[in-house]
């Protein structure tokens, strides 16, 4: 599923990267929260935005669907069998999961919430669970069941690595960065934890620290292109646009790439940044927005791909 971003309203006339006034580092950090936290929480590639384990605990990821067509026949044929018996655990796990891949959100986690009950020592649907509650918003109870869908004696490196994307949405970075390391314990050079580790260094301002992990990510024969589109974000925040427009082209056509970092440049630079946080309106794409700037989100909760 593409990428999304969220609209904006119109706020103040961008001011030029060059403006000495947004070199300060307090406006460095209010600029790389704006972004990640509007573009990151907007959603990304994979089966409904951040941090996802859905599907991707325990499970072969080989035949997971990848595009929107593919997760509407997976979500019809699952609802199917749903429908017959909404006790049979797998139903329930799959078609949560197609719902999710859809973004109805809502049905997902009354889906997973039923199935919880039933079966409540199943840590794969606890997992899901955990990630379809911070899907809806409801970060704290996500936490909480999040920390119950693996044992320290069994830990899994996937949901530590939900875990925290969650600790991330709710500012805790420090937090975050120390669930990230123990994930990359259990899954040394795992891509898709480094990029959200990578992510969050950024959003704690460490910008430096956030390019290695990125760099030393993206050159896992794993990492796909949301990773690359991490790096892409982070090279932008500190105004090596050329480099990141470079990097954009593995994955965008040159014009493609050229608009992506157009939008960077109008996001790193806005003045009053905070504002554009300010009355955001569903998850439509906004219509002064190039469709290939989509490409730049930030993709907290990237995941392991089959």
């Given at each position: 599923?593409?990428?999304?971003l969220?609209?904006?309203?119109?706020?103040?006339?961008?001011?030029?990267?060059?403006?000495?006034?947004?070199?300060?580092?307090?406006?460095?950090?209010?600029?790389?929260?704006?972004?990640?936290?509007?573009?990151?929480?907007?959603?990304?590639?994979?089966?409904?935005?951040?941090?996802?384990?859905?599907g991707?605990?325990?499970?072969?990821?080989?035949?997971?669907?990848?595009?929107?067509s593919?997760?509407?026949?997976?979500?019809?044929?699952?609802?199917?069998?749903?429908?017959?018996?909404?006790?049979?655990?797998?139903?329930?796990?799959?078609?949560?999961?197609?719902?999710?891949?859809?973004?109805?959100?809502?049905?997902?986690?009354?889906?997973?919430?039923?199935?919880?009950?039933?079966?409540?020592?199943?840590?794969?649907?606890?997992?899901?669970?955990?990630?379809?509650?911070?899907?809806?918003?409801?970060?704290?109870?996500?936490?909480?069941?999040?920390?119950?869908?693996?044992?320290?004696?069994?830990?899994?490196?996937?949901?530590?690595?939900?875990?925290?994307?969650?600790?991330d949405?709710?500012?805790?970075?420090?937090?975050?960065?120390?669930?990230?390391?123990?994930?990359?314990?259990?899954?040394?050079?795992?891509?898709?934890?480094?990029?959200?580790?990578?992510?969050?260094?950024?959003?704690?301002?460490?910008l430096?620290?956030?390019?290695?992990?990125?760099?030393?990510?993206?050159?896992?024969?794993?990492?796909?292109?949301?990773?690359?589109?991490?790096?892409v974000?982070?090279?932008?925040?500190q105004?090596?646009?050329?480099?990141?427009?470079?990097?954009?082209?593995?994955?965008?056509?040159?014009?493609?790439?050229?608009?992506?970092?157009?939008?960077?440049?109008?996001?790193?630079?806005?003045?009053?940044s905070?504002?554009?946080?300010?009355?955001?309106?569903?998850?439509?794409?906004?219509?002064n927005?190039?469709?290939?700037?989509?490409?730049?989100?930030?993709?907290?909760?990237?995941?392991?791909?089959?």
């Open positions: 599923m593409s990428s999304r969220m609209s904006f309203r119109s706020a103040s006339p961008a001011k030029p990267v060059s403006d000495p006034r947004f070199a300060r580092p307090y406006r460095l950090g209010l600029t790389i929260a704006v972004c990640f936290a509007a573009l990151a929480a907007a959603g990304c590639q994979g089966t409904g935005g951040l941090g996802d384990v859905t991707s605990i325990g499970r072969s990821r080989a035949s997971q669907p990848r595009t929107a593919d997760w509407q026949a997976e979500r019809e044929s699952w609802a199917k069998r749903y429908d017959a018996n909404q006790k049979d655990r797998d139903a329930a796990f799959y078609y949560a999961r197609a719902l999710r891949g859809l973004d109805q959100n809502a049905q997902a986690l009354a889906v997973l919430q039923n199935a919880v009950l039933v079966h409540q020592n199943d840590r794969d649907l606890l997992g899901a669970y955990g990630r379809s509650l911070a899907d809806n918003g409801r970060l704290q109870e996500a936490d909480e069941v999040l920390s119950r869908a693996h044992s320290p004696e069994r830990p899994d490196w996937r949901i530590l690595s939900a875990q925290g994307t969650v600790a949405q709710l500012g805790d970075h420090a937090r975050a960065q120390q669930i990230y390391q123990a994930a990359l314990k259990l899954a040394p050079g795992e891509p898709t934890v480094m990029s959200n580790y990578g992510l969050s260094l950024a959003l704690s301002r460490h430096p620290e956030a390019e290695r992990v990125l760099t030393e990510a993206v050159t896992s024969d794993r990492a796909d292109i949301r990773v690359r589109q991490n790096l974000l982070v090279l932008g925040l105004g090596r646009f050329g480099e990141a427009e470079a990097l954009a082209r593995r994955d965008q056509s040159p014009a493609e790439a050229a608009a992506t970092i157009a939008y960077l440049k109008r996001s790193v630079s806005q003045q009053n905070w504002d554009l946080l300010k009355g955001v309106k569903g998850r439509a794409k906004p219509a927005q190039p469709a290939a700037a989509q490409g730049a989100a930030a993709q907290l909760g990237s995941e392991p791909r089959g």
